[in-house]
Nanobody, 124 residues
Framework: QVQLVESGGGLVQAGGSLRLSCAAS????????MGWFRRAPGKEREFVAF????????DYADSVKGRFTISRDNAKGTVYLQMNSLKPEDTAVYYC?????????????????WGQGTQVTVSS
């Protein structure tokens, strides 16, 4: 198993930046594909970005492409989400998730391990 703890959320003005971190403990982090998801008030949890185990394959939701960057440091057991040019519609609780596979996915149901989430609020 792996335990995940997110950090880095907060309140930021539109156009600003935040960097989310997700620290993993437990089994070898490098064996897990990782994803970031978010849930806005009144909406379902949705895919934001994923990265496979060696960091070579990344994917983004259309709504964040060009603004967000996912990365990972396997030596530190951490995955990051750099969020630039933030918009009010990015306001949500952001979750990192781990999948026991080389390959990441956009599908929420394929991730067995989840962090507790970190709130991101973007003011206009």
């Amino acid at each position: 198993q792996v335990q995940l703890v997110e950090s880095g959320g907060g309140l930021v003005q539109a156009g600003g930046s935040l960097r989310l971190s997700c620290a993993a403990s437990g089994r070898t982090f490098s064996s897990y594909a990782m994803g970031w998801f978010r849930r806005a008030p009144g909406k379902e949890r949705e895919f934001v970005a994923f990265i496979n185990t060696d960091g070579r394959i990344r994917d983004y939701a259309d709504s964040v492409k060009g603004r967000f960057t996912i990365s990972r440091d396997n030596a530190k057991g951490t995955v990051y989400l750099q969020m630039n040019s933030l918009k009010p519609e990015d306001t949500a609780v952001y979750y990192c998730a781990a999948r026991d596979s080389r390959w990441a996915s956009r599908e929420v149901r394929l991730y067995a391990y989840w962090g507790q989430g970190t709130q991101v609020t973007v003011s206009s």
